[in-house]
């Protein structure tokens, strides 16, 4: 795997585009219903400003259509979100369709929780290594792909905390896109319309 990008490093560069690239047309599909129908008010209203503008559409039209419609838009705005909104399809997708995955894997680590939702002080010291990285590597092989977005994402939203997930990322070759004309390649950041920025 020397010549390829590692999850690791794509992750330190890329962030939740990174994660991104891992996931299926599916998994993406789901994250942005999930994203649609669950995000909180400020999300919302942001990824509603962004369909409103790219579909030509009053934000109050909207409102009525079903997420499944909206999907595949959504899919297709998300690379050029900016990382801050990229990351609520991948927060949305796990808190709704695998929160029980979330569940097993802070069972194993030991980390307070209420279903998923952590439960930790302001203080509170990150698990030890070990622990956190065994977890991991249980969960990698009980579920394969779906614990490789999960613990991508982990590692995304919090790398002191979840930094003993490092060597499993690390063993972990990083996503690919599709680039024009069909070649797969690694990827960063787009432009972003939103804001201007990588």
Do not use: C, I
């Not at 039209?61 to 399809?89: G, H, N, S, Y």
């Amino acid at each position: 795997m020397s010549d390829k990008q590692t999850l690791l490093k794509a992750l330190e560069t890329d962030g939740p585009y990174a994660v991104w690239d891992l996931m299926t047309d599916d998994e993406r599909r789901l994250a942005a219903q999930a994203l649609w129908r669950d995000a909180d008010r400020e999300a919302r209203s942001v990824v509603e400003t962004a369909l409103a503008k790219e579909l030509k559409f009053r934000t109050h039209a909207l409102r009525k259509l079903p997420a499944e419609k909206l999907a595949a838009r959504l899919v297709r705005m998300a690379p050029e979100m900016p990382d801050t909104l990229l990351f609520q399809f991948l927060f949305y997708l796990h808190m709704g369709e695998r929160r029980a995955l979330m569940v097993e894997f802070l069972d194993a680590v030991g980390v307070p929780h209420d279903d998923g939702v952590l439960n930790l002080p302001e203080d509170a010291e990150p698990p030890a290594k070990n622990k956190v990285e065994k977890a991991g590597r249980d969960l990698l092989k009980a579920h394969d792909h779906e614990a490789l977005v999960y613990l991508a994402t982990l590692r995304v939203a919090d790398k002191q905390l979840w930094g003993g997930l490092e060597p499993v990322l690390e063993e972990q070759e990083a996503g690919k896109r599709p680039a024009p004309g069909g070649v797969e390649q690694a990827r960063g950041p787009a432009p972003s319309p939103f804001t201007g920025e990588k």
